[in-house]
């Protein structure tokens, strides 16, 4: 038969061509076809997909397997699809062969020179509250065949598909459309000043508030104040007096810095020191509420005595526009005179009746004594 006839017949009965291979006679040696029409071997058929010819025209694939872009491999059962050469793949969940052999999800890579995702480096602004890192590239998924990130707990997916903790990230604060102004930083996901925290959603300056001193919600004790951050108690209140220990001598003066003193006193106070020059470092007693009491008492200009504090107890007198006695024989008994003892009486009518580790009645030697309260 001649060719023009052939093809006549072939377009007849569209039996003797398949795609990409042009006209075919009919094969002779029952291998579905491995001559064309110059007799010359292989060159109609499709060596991505033929598993007869796979790659090349005289590799043929084993048993069960078949002919996937040029490479042999497995038979994959639907939905799984081969993904030569790694097998047969589920395109519609695997991250590296996402809606496709090769389509490979990817995060954000690092952007700073340094590498890694544990901090951030030059290619992203730091965290201002230094707790985390601020951000994390996440890991990647597929499902139903789209790329998506996992973020880790506490952060939120932004739009450059960066993980970001925004209670403390500056350029995601709060949300991801956020970013503080370079004279502020990221407290608690919300843009603050410098000094300042987010408490209940306002900016207090922790460094000087007393209700929220150093962090929210700590409150510093009443007459306390709030100093970078630490709170403080009251400014000191001191007495010092020059007992000369003569009738008279320079009592007028003591007793007007004594009233002056006692109007200073206030709340808030940790400690109480009673020393002098003959009694160094002196008596000291650092229970607040026996420090604040005896304060009270004084200013108050009432009888007082405490518990004992630190070894001693501490006692006042509301005589003589106060006393102040430690380990008192007994409350405001002016017959107790001990001996050595220690007694503060700036307004008596004679300075030889204070006295500090020495003798406190009448003939006290001359002396410097000193009353702190802070």
């Avoid at 006209?23 to 040696?29: G, N, R, S, V, Y």
Wanted: contains cysteine.
């Amino acid at each position: 038969m001649t060719f023009w006839k052939l093809a006549l017949v072939c377009v007849l009965t569209s039996g003797c061509a398949s795609a990409g291979r042009g006209l075919q006679p009919p094969d002779p040696t029952g291998d579905g076809g491995s001559v064309d029409l110059k007799g010359s071997a292989c060159p109609g058929f499709d060596t991505q997909n033929d598993a007869k010819h796979c790659g090349s025209c005289s590799n043929a694939c084993g048993p069960g397997l078949i002919c996937a872009l040029g490479v042999c491999t497995f038979s994959c059962a639907s939905p799984l699809v081969a993904c030569p050469p790694n097998g047969c793949i589920d395109t519609t969940s695997d991250p590296d062969h996402c809606n496709g052999c090769g389509l490979a999800c990817h995060v954000v890579p690092d952007m700073g020179p340094a590498g890694g995702n544990g901090n951030p480096d030059a290619g992203l602004p730091p965290t201002d509250a230094g707790v985390s890192p601020g951000w994390y590239r996440g890991t990647e998924y597929c499902s139903s065949s789209h790329c998506g990130v996992t973020c880790p707990p506490s952060t939120t997916l932004c739009t450059d598909n960066l993980c970001w903790d925004t209670k403390n990230a500056h350029a995601h604060c709060g949300t991801c459309n956020i970013a503080c102004n370079g004279n502020q930083h990221c407290n608690a996901g919300k843009c603050c000043g410098i000094g300042q925290a987010n408490c209940g959603n306002l900016c207090i300056d922790v460094l000087s508030d007393a209700a929220n001193c150093g962090a929210c919600n700590n409150a510093c004790p009443p007459s306390a104040t709030c100093v970078n951050g630490a709170c403080k108690g009251p400014p000191p209140v001191t007495f010092t007096g020059n007992f000369q220990g003569a009738a008279g001598a320079g009592q007028t003066a003591l007793c007007s810095q004594w009233t002056t003193f006692l109007g200073q006193l206030g709340t808030g106070y940790s400690t109480v020191t009673l020393s002098g020059s003959l009694d160094s470092p002196g008596v000291t007693c650092n229970t607040p509420s026996v420090v604040n009491a005896l304060a009270a008492a004084l200013k108050g200009m009432s009888s007082y005595i405490s518990p004992s504090c630190n070894g001693h107890v501490w006692s006042t007198c509301n005589r003589y526009n106060d006393e102040v006695w430690i380990d008192p024989p007994s409350l405001c008994d002016s017959s107790n005179c001990p001996s050595p003892g220690r007694i503060l009486r700036a307004c008596f009518g004679n300075p030889g009746y204070n006295g500090l580790n020495t003798v406190t009645c009448s003939a006290a030697p001359t002396q410097t004594i000193t009353l702190t309260f802070q």
